[in-house]
């Protein structure tokens, strides 16, 4: 079964700083590609940014972007110039062609003032 | 676009009654995944159809569990008997074909005493 790794239960980060969330999944498939998704406190889940596995560059969206290594198998979410309301649970999930998405146990983000 | 609408939103039973969760998804997605999400085990996927017709049922914990999918707009998943274990959100998502978002609902919240 696919193993997804979010190494950091737990964040804390003063606002305005830039946050990067780790993100390792254990396939050798070349045609994986990542998801991350947001779920505040009220408990919806919030689609952020996808990459594909064979984008030439990192995705963007907004604050957001992606640090995506293949060769490591890692997607790192970075969120710059952070936000009190960038509180929440982050989880990302590799998946190919979005077919089956299996998430990571997920991150903790507390934003402090 | 009304989004995945899911229902009932919160649900309280006794040990032993049957439950059953309704989805209906987004008009034109022709996937449909159901997950459960505890504090102890994450977010999990329990099932997930495509065009109708269920793929990938592995996560399904037991048999008091089943999902059905009659149409391309309506799915429920069902639980008899309920246990005070199976007390959790279960969400809803889909996804079109091609499309690498996977649009989640609201969300049932399940407390089985």
């Known amino acids: 079964a696919q193993k997804i790794t979010q190494t950091q239960p737990g964040m804390f980060v003063q606002e305005k700083e830039a946050v990067t969330l780790d993100c390792t999944y254990d396939t050798s498939d070349p045609s994986y590609g990542l998801f991350w998704y947001k779920q505040p406190s009220s408990g919806e889940m919030i689609f952020l940014i996808y990459q594909g596995s064979y984008d030439q560059q990192n995705a963007t969206e907004g604050r957001y972007s992606l640090n995506f290594q293949k060769a490591r198998k890692s997607a790192n979410l970075v969120i710059s110039a952070s936000q009190l309301g960038d509180s929440a649970m982050y989880f990302c999930?590799?998946?190919?062609?979005?077919?089956?998405?299996?998430f990571g146990q997920g991150t903790r983000l507390t934003i402090n003032p | 676009d009304a989004g995945v609408i899911q229902s009932p939103r919160h649900e309280v039973t006794e040990m032993g009654q049957e439950v059953t969760l309704r989805c209906k998804p987004i008009s034109g997605h022709n996937s449909l995944f159901w997950y459960r999400q505890t504090m102890m085990r994450g977010l999990e996927l329990l099932i997930y159809f495509n065009n109708n017709v269920p793929i990938d049922d592995s996560g399904m914990p037991e048999d008091r569990f089943s999902a059905k999918m009659p149409n391309a707009s309506f799915s429920t998943l069902k639980i008899q008997p309920s246990e005070p274990r199976d007390s959790a959100v279960y969400f809803c998502?889909?996804?079109?074909?091609?499309?690498?978002?996977?649009?989640f609902g609201a969300g049932s919240r399940l407390t089985v005493l």
């Open positions: 998502a889909s996804r079109r074909t091609g499309a690498n978002v996977l649009t």
């Open positions: 999930a590799p998946s190919r062609g979005a077919q089956k998405l299996v």
